[in-house]
């Protein structure tokens, strides 16, 4: 099993963990069912947010009778002192336990936001007594770009970081990655698989392990998931000259404009089901239209998008400031003729 150390924190977990948003999707049952199933496959990790809806409830139930076998991660985007102390109770009683083992500033978006936490009556004040109370273990940052953590890191306040790392998203390895390491800092990789747009999860996972980091969130939501994933923390072998060419190519196509499913757009003031819209390709792509149709009621879907009235409230909410009503149109105009073809067909068939 690939083990690796968070940092100084000097915890040691699987170098597969598992993310707390795909959870959001299941059942209260089906979701603590899955972390359950989970932790027995061998994940010791888990990582989740009070604004991941109702994740930490699912983990909470999933974890009952065998708290001591993992290490919890949570975090909060609020960056004053009432909001935080807030947020780290709320989390407890979700999660149904008495200690956090991380717990992060969520979502660090430039350095003012860091200043802030970080003032007298900030976010850290809250950590901090967190700690001395007992509550919370070690506390790390998230951001979705290098930057900001970088700027964390030199704080010394941080014992981890967490940000979005994959074929796509690089650039962590320049100075992000090899400063952490030198700081005996943990990174935490968040959308190791860009949520689910990479055609080969195993080689981009390969990718990702290979490089000096610390653990994978990987979002999860199916038992075959955490099996699949569970079999390369059992052994992988590094990528040879061809795997690399094909996945460097892969990310060339892919480009930086696609949706990392976090669902921060979410909801649409609207009601347009911006989910579905902005992963229409890959759904597509991997499932075809019979199965779409016949068990997404697929064209209800798509019709939303003529609901959008870009407002671009999911746009100013994007933390990859996607031209997310470009993309709901762009689905719309492409897969709603397909949809309402394949039930012309079927009509009369």
Known sequence: MDRRTLGRTGIEVCAVGMGGIPLTQLTLEEGAELVSYAIDRGIDFIETARGYQDSENKIGIGIRGRRDSVTLASKAGHKDYDGMAAAIDQSMEALDTDYIDIYQLHYVKDEEALKQALGPNGAMKALRKGQDEGKIGHVGATAHEARPLIACMETGEFTNVQLPFNIVEREACERLI????????????????????????????????????????????????????????????????????????????????????????????????????????????????????????????????????????????????????????????????????????????
């Open 178 to 349: 090899p400063l952490a390491n030198e700081l005996n800092i943990a990174v935490i990789v968040m959308k190791p698989l860009g949520g689910g747009i990479f055609p080969n999860a195993s080689d981009a996972l390969r990718y990702i392990l290979r490089q000096m980091v610390s653990v994978l969130a990987i979002g999860m939501k199916r038992k075959f998931e955490v099996d699949e994933n569970m079999a390369l923390a059992s052994g992988w072998a590094p990528l040879n000259d061809e795997e690399m060419a094909s996945l460097m190519r892969q990310a060339e196509e892919i480009g930086t404009t696609f949706c990392r499913r976090c669902y921060y757009c979410l909801p649409c003031p609207q009601g347009v089901d911006l989910s579905m819209l902005m992963i229409a390709e890959m759904m597509h792509s991997r499932h075809g239209i019979d199965e779409l149709m016949m068990t997404l009621k697929w064209d209800e879907h798509l019709a939303t998008a003529e609901k959008c009235a870009r407002c671009e409230q999911c746009v100013e909410k994007c933390p990859y400031s996607l031209p997310i009503p470009d993309l709901v149109a762009y689905a719309f105009e492409k897969y709603m003729p397909l949809a309402e073809q394949w039930k012309a067909q079927h009509r009369g068939g």
